[in-house]
T-cell receptor, first 115, second 106 residues
Framework: DTGVSQDPRHKITKRGQNVTFRCDPISEHNRLYWYRQTLGQGPEFLTYFQNEAQLEKSRLLSDRFSAERPKGSFSTLEIQRTEQGDSAMYLC?????????????FGAGSRLTVL | DAKTTQPNSMESNEEEPVHLPCNHSTISGTDYIHWYRQLPSQGPEYVIHGLTSNVNNRMASLAIAEDRKSSTLILHRATLRDAAVYYCILRHDMRFGAGTRLTVKP
């Protein structure tokens, strides 16, 4: 297993366009998290899935953001009608949620630039 | 918002020990404390986690206060490659704060 993969690594788009990011977690991991990170800040929680169920979504997340994890494997994060404020690094992490651990393994991230 | 607080930055000299503190005063009795670090231009990576007892692994040690309201990540001999942002988070929350930016001076 090569870890958590994210695609694309970089995306430049014009304001108002839609973008979609994909995350392929470690195969045996049942949880998948999406975070957003801007320069100088820590990762900001967006949402997480346990298998295919989306269990939590940040209250700060705009309706323009939607995430899916069909069949409990890979996940997609879509941003509709992008705004310049959406420019950030989008990080995906997966974990095997057990009673104690739930250690996150992060991907390298997808950097979004909205012009 | 994150339920942990950390100093914004710390400095260390190479090959000296570093103690990175974290406060988590609202931690519940069953919540694990996790530490991650983020090197420049990379995603965060796991360092260590614990519940009540102090923990050691090849990367670091974790000292947890008896009341569990704070913890300290200990790097026994800092190297230049340890320069990173260090985050402590709680397992039930999984929210990251701004972390502590560690600078290691040669």
């Amino acid at each position: 297993d090569t870890g958590v993969s994210q695609d694309p690594r970089h995306k430049i788009t014009k304001r108002g366009q839609n973008v979609t990011f994909r995350c392929d977690p470690i195969s045996e991991h049942n949880r998948l998290y999406w975070y957003r990170q801007t320069l100088g800040q820590g990762p900001e929680f967006l949402t997480y899935f346990q298998n295919e169920a989306q269990l939590e979504k940040s209250r700060l997340l705009s309706d323009r953001f939607s995430a899916e994890r069909p069949k409990g494997s890979f996940s997609t994060l879509e941003i509709q009608r992008t705004e310049q404020g959406d420019s950030a690094m989008y990080l995906c992490a997966s974990s095997l949620a057990l009673a104690g651990a739930n250690v996150l393994t992060f991907g390298a991230g997808s950097r979004l630039t909205v012009l | 918002d994150a339920k942990t607080t950390q100093p914004n930055s710390m400095e260390s000299n190479e090959e000296e020990p570093v103690h990175l503190p974290c406060n988590h005063s609202t931690i519940s009795g069953t919540d694990y404390i996790h530490w991650y670090r983020q090197l420049p231009s990379q995603g965060p990576e796991y360092v260590i986690h614990g519940l009540t007892s102090n923990v050691n692994n090849r990367m670091a040690s974790l000292a947890i206060a008896e009341d569990r309201k704070s913890s300290t990540l200990i790097l026994h001999r800092a190297t230049l490659r340890d320069a990173a942002v260090y985050y402590c988070i709680l397992r039930h929350d999984m929210r990251f704060g701004a972390g502590t930016r560690l600078t290691v001076k040669p």
